[in-house]
């Protein structure tokens, strides 16, 4: 399967089940990053299922933010966030009443949990052709 690295943020694609988005540098998501990931998801014939790694400490650019509450709705089916610490917990709730409030999301300790659940939200739409 294709994986997306931006140098800040790894989306892979697991099977035909879910994305996984990998945020592995400390840093600010800009534009630029979500450029290359907006284009990822848009090879997708409809809306995906995404689950969100957190690895390092990050934030998004006011650009970002603002470009996810106006698009998310329409390219993210559900968000399953891995909440590791009670930082990770505290961005998950920002992102659940901002910029993904139109949006699926829950949080969850293991990967496990977060697969169990985004499997409702499965399978992954088929890929455009380039």
Wanted: proline content about 3%.
């Amino acid at each position: 399967m294709e994986t997306l690295d931006t140098g800040k943020v790894r989306v892979t694609q697991v099977g035909d089940r879910y994305l996984l988005f990998s945020f592995y540098a400390s840093g600010e998501i800009t534009s630029a990053d979500a450029t290359q990931v907006r284009g990822f998801i848009n090879s997708f014939d409809g809306p995906v299922a995404v689950v969100v790694q957190r690895e390092a400490s990050y934030s998004l650019s006011p650009e970002v933010q603002l470009a996810m509450m106006a698009e998310a709705a329409s390219k993210l089916r559900a968000v399953a966030y891995l909440d590791r610490t009670h930082q990770d917990k505290l961005l998950t709730n920002l992102a659940t009443t901002t910029y993904m409030k139109d949006v699926q999301v829950n949080s969850f300790v293991t990967l496990e949990e977060a697969e169990a659940w985004i499997e409702q939200f499965g399978p992954l739409p088929s890929r455009r052709e380039s």
